[in-house]
């Protein structure tokens, strides 16, 4: 099985191109999934610093 996601789904400069340009910050994930279709994105904050236990 192959999933295909993006690198994180909230980045301002996709409203107007991949968002609406009314969309809320709130309505950007469920718009993600169910507009766009992604089942999948990455979390990349082990990039910054590795999480504790209970983040995990």
């Known amino acids: ?4 996601g993006t690198s994180g ?3 301002p400069d996709w409203v107007g191109k991949i968002y609406p340009n009314d969309i809320k910050k709130g ?4 718009y993600y999934e169910q ?3 992604f089942k999948i994105t990455e979390i990349n904050s082990t990039y910054y610093t590795i999480p504790p ?3 995990i």
């Open 9 to 11: 789904f909230f980045f």
């Open 27 to 30: 309505e950007m994930l469920q």
């Open 35 to 37: 507009k766009l279709g």
């Open 1 to 4: 099985m192959i999933k295909i």
């Open 53 to 55: 236990p209970k983040v």
